[in-house]
């Protein structure tokens, strides 16, 4: 007798994949369980199910674009419902640049720091160690 169900370790290996896809495809829905008797097994048929779906890959991806007619079909406050977002956003102050102190330019840093060295080597001062 050939194996009726399987483990999702062993439905997986079947399709020489990881344990954990076996698992994502259980979760996702896209297969069939056996839950009832302590363990999760997958019947043999879904197997076949999928090998049952197997098709020509051309190399295209099955996403179908959005046309005009689907856009324009979408209610009007849909449509606009970003640009009333940012509207909003933007009447209640939100995302506004604050206005911050000019800082001095890092060439200032640099000169401060090299007055201050010139400084402590005429009056010998050294650091400390």
């Given at each position: 007798?050939?194996?009726?169900?399987f483990?999702?370790?062993?439905?997986?290996?079947?399709?020489?994949k990881?344990?954990?896809?076996g698992?994502r495809?259980?979760?996702?829905?896209k297969v069939?369980?056996i839950?009832?008797?302590?363990?999760?097994?997958?019947?043999a048929s879904?197997?076949?199910k999928?090998?049952?779906?197997?098709?020509?890959?051309?190399?295209?991806k099955?996403v179908?674009?959005?046309t005009k007619?689907e856009?324009?079909?979408?209610?009007p406050?849909?449509?606009?419902?970003?640009?009333?977002?940012?509207?909003q956003?933007?009447?209640r102050?939100?995302?506004?640049?604050?206005?911050?102190e000019?800082?001095?330019?890092?060439?200032?840093?640099?000169?401060?720091?090299?007055?201050?060295l010139?400084?402590?080597?005429?009056?010998?001062?050294?650091?400390?160690?």
């Amino acid at each position: 007798m050939s194996q009726v169900a399987f483990s999702p370790r062993e439905f997986a290996a079947l399709f020489k994949k990881e344990q954990s896809w076996g698992y994502r495809q259980i979760y996702a829905g896209k297969v069939t369980t056996i839950t009832e008797y302590g363990r999760i097994m997958i019947p043999a048929s879904e197997v076949e199910k999928i090998l049952a779906s197997a098709v020509r890959y051309d190399g295209s991806k099955k996403v179908t674009p959005r046309t005009k007619k689907e856009l324009e079909a979408l209610a009007p406050e849909l449509q606009t419902a970003w640009q009333s977002f940012l509207q909003q956003k933007r009447k209640r102050g939100k995302g506004k640049v604050k206005d911050v102190e000019k800082l001095p330019s890092p060439t200032g840093h640099r000169d401060a720091a090299l007055k201050r060295l010139a400084g402590a080597s005429r009056s010998g001062r050294t650091r400390a160690s």
